[in-house]
T-cell receptor, first 114, second 114 residues
C-alpha cells in the first residue's frame, strides 16, 4: 500500500487565523487525494476530492472558500482552513487513491481553534 | 435509510475470542468493499480489500461479502488486546465521476480484554 504523511500532526491556532495542513504521498504518485474530517466518535466525512493540477471537487455543504485545497504535484496536497473558528476544530485526514478503489490514509491532523 | 449501516457497539470480548463485525448496505452499485482499523487519534489503516462477493483471508482476518444480501463481515480469529480499535467498513462502486469515493460505516468500537 501507499505511505502517506501529514504535517503538522497537531496544531492550535487562534480564532480568525488560517492554518495550512500538508498531505504527502511518500512512495506513490497520487493523481487523486481526498480530504476528510472526523469529529469525536463519529465516522469520516469526505470534504473534497483533490486532483493533481486541477480544482478540487467539494462535497455538498463544504465551503470551498473556507477550506482551500491545492494539489500542486503528484505527491503533495494542502488544505488551508481560512479564518478558523472553534467549530472548525476537528481531526482532518487525507488519503490517496490506490491502484484499485482502495484508499490509504495519512495519520491525521488534530486542529484546535481557541 | 442510510447507505451503509454498522452497529457502533461498543463490543467487548475476551482475548482469544472470535470477533464478528458486520455492515449492511443499500446501494447495489457497490462492488468494492474494505475494512479499516482505526486506533484512537490515528488515521484509518486498510486491513482487507475485496471485490464483489466471496471470501478473503489474511492471517487472523477473514472478510466476507454477500452481495445478494448486501451484507459484509469481518472475522478476527484469536483476538488480541492489540486488536482493540474502531473498525470501519467502507465501500465504493461505479458511479460516474465519483468512482473513487468511499462510503463509510459509522465504525464499531472493539475492546479485547486480556
Amino acid at each position: 500500500g501507499a505511505v502517506v504523511s501529514q504535517h503538522p500532526s497537531w496544531v492550535i491556532c487562534k480564532s480568525g487565523t488560517s492554518v495550512k495542513i500538508e498531505c504527502r504521498s511518500l512512495d506513490f504518485q497520487a493523481t487523486t487525494m481526498f480530504w476528510y474530517r472526523q469529529f469525536p466518535k463519529q465516522s469520516l466525512m469526505l470534504m473534497a476530492t483533490s486532483n493533481e493540477g486541477s480544482k478540487a471537487t467539494y462535497e455538498q455543504g463544504v465551503e470551498k472558500d473556507k477550506f482551500l485545497i491545492n494539489h500542486a504535484s503528484l505527491t503533495l496536497s494542502t488544505l488551508t482552513v481560512t479564518s478558523a473558528h472553534p467549530e472548525d476544530s476537528s481531526f482532518y485526514i487525507c488519503s490517496v487513491s490506490g491502484r484499485g478503489y482502495e484508499q490509504y490514509f495519512g495519520p491525521g491532523t488534530r486542529l484546535t481553534v481557541t | 435509510q442510510k447507505e451503509v449501516e454498522q452497529d457502533p457497539g461498543p463490543l467487548s470480548v475476551p482475548e482469544g475470542a472470535i470477533v464478528s463485525l458486520n455492515c449492511t448496505y443499500s446501494n447495489s452499485a457497490f462492488q468494492y468493499f474494505m475494512w479499516y482499523r482505526q486506533y484512537s487519534r490515528k488515521g484509518p489503516e486498510l486491513l482487507m480489500y475485496t471485490y464483489s462477493s466471496g471470501n478473503k483471508e489474511d492471517g487472523r482476518f477473514t472478510a466476507q461479502v454477500d452481495k445478494s444480501s448486501k451484507y459484509i463481515s469481518l472475522f478476527i480469529r484469536d483476538s488480541q488486546p492489540s486488536d482493540s480499535a474502531t473498525y470501519l467498513c467502507a465501500m465504493s462502486g461505479h458511479s460516474g465521476g465519483s468512482n473513487y469515493k468511499l462510503t463509510f460505516g459509522k465504525g464499531t468500537l472493539l475492546t479485547v480484554n486480556p
